[in-house]
């Protein structure tokens, strides 16, 4: 047996966890106990967060759509159908869909392709807050020592650990204001001041001073909130959904509202989406695609529509980055191998581009570390 340190992929919380292997199988997941952030506590989610291991729709071979059913295929064969495919489209009608899901390396890859390709990109921020991570410096830390604390959203029940930062911080005397469109329990019980809103961008944040920190967790522009208190001095911090959304925005792929995220799908012609599922939202924004490629761990709603399926290891199965909410560059580490042949994102990406001509500019994950450094510092 052996013990795996990693980073949690449930949120952008960025919480160290250790995953348990025995018999190349990873059979538990706990908290890491020196993690600065999580201090070793964990949620349900990440208690849990290795299950979608052993997934049962799990992809494990390439797939190609002939006369409505997927087919298995080579890794050759199913790249060369893609390449000779994208070379019928113009660039305008082309749009790659990264991920904050996947890893740093993964989404730097796609954009590396897209860009070479002159293609659109983008990545779907969902119901985070808009906001630009590069001139955020607020951190995680600064929660706990806050003297007046304002929640727009919610983040007891959808991120836990920040919620526990919150409490500590009402342990130390810290008044808690909180905002949100739905009167939840959990939220009432934790405020000291509770707001039913129908609008979050209506919020009046004019009395906040130094000893303010707002915590952000809804589909607003984050920007503005920072712009608007910035003489007051108070600290500003957006939530993240995913992972590594703020990995993905950092290396420079657009970062799109859910509107946004629609109407970029409703208006391409080929389509290749890497570890989303939008056909969750609705099937008909991928209506109007006449080429589609899906490249994910599990046969997903999305997949079902693809003319070619790439069956991708998940996080526990390679090695690479996140960055969570506040920026902090973390490691994560290969536990176990892929299925069957599931390949590593950047590496199908590369594999890719190789079949279509194009040098990305690396040869190696540590190529690609040296230049996400670069980006993101």
């Known amino acids: ?21 025995k018999d190349d199988r990873v059979v538990g997941a706990h908290p890491y106990k020196k993690h600065p952030i999580n201090e070793g506590k964990s949620c349900l989610y990440g208690q849990n967060c290795y299950k979608i291991i052993y997934h049962e729709k799990r992809l494990k071979r390439p797939l190609i759509k002939k006369n409505g059913k997927f087919v298995e295929v080579s890794w050759d064969k199913a790249l060369d159908f893609i390449a000779e495919n994208l070379k019928k489209y113009n660039a305008e009608d082309i749009t790659f869909i990264a991920s904050g899901k996947c890893t740093n390396e993964d989404n730097y890859a796609l954009k590396k392709l897209a860009d070479n390709l002159k293609a659109r990109i983008g990545h779907c921020i969902c119901n985070s807050p808009k906001a630009n991570y590069a001139e955020i410096s607020t951190s995680i830390d600064d929660i706990e020592n806050a003297k007046n604390i304002i929640i727009i959203g919610d983040v007891f029940s959808e991120h836990t650990l920040i919620g526990r930062k919150v409490i500590k911080a009402k342990e130390k005397g ?17 405020a000291d001041k509770f707001i039913r809103v129908d609008d979050y961008s209506k919020i009046d944040l004019s009395s906040v001073d130094e000893d303010t920190m707002i915590i952000i967790n809804a589909p607003i522009n ?17 939530i993240a959904k995913h992972c590594n959304t703020v990995g993905a925005t950092l290396i420079g792929i657009p970062a799109l509202n859910k509107d946004e995220y629609i109407n970029l799908l409703k208006d391409s012609k080929c ?20 080429f589609l490629v899906v490249q994910d761990i599990i046969m997903s709603e999305t997949a079902e529509f693809a003319d070619v399926v790439l069956p991708s290891s998940c996080w526990a199965e390679k090695d690479g980055t996140f960055i969570n909410t506040d920026k902090r560059l973390q490691k994560i580490n290969k536990a176990v191998n892929p299925p ?11 594999n890719l581009a190789e079949k279509l001509g194009i040098d990305l500019g690396f040869n190696s994950l540590e190529d690609i570390q040296k230049e996400i450094i670069k980006v993101v510092s």
């Open 1 to 21: 047996m052996k013990v795996v340190h990693t980073i949690c992929p449930g949120c952008s919380v960025g919480c160290g966890i250790d995953l348990i292997v």
């Open 271 to 290: 389509l290749y989406i890497m570890g989303e599922n939008p056909a969750l939202i609705s099937e008909d924004i991928l209506k109007n695609a006449e």
């Open 222 to 238: 984050a920007d503005e909130i920072i712009k608007n208190v910035k003489e007051s001095g108070a600290k500003v911090l957006p």
């Open 174 to 190: 810290a008044k808690v204001a909180i905002f949100n469109i739905d009167e939840k329990e959990i939220l009432k019980l934790n």
């Open 340 to 350: 069957g042949e599931a390949m590593t994102d950047w590496m199908i990406i590369k």
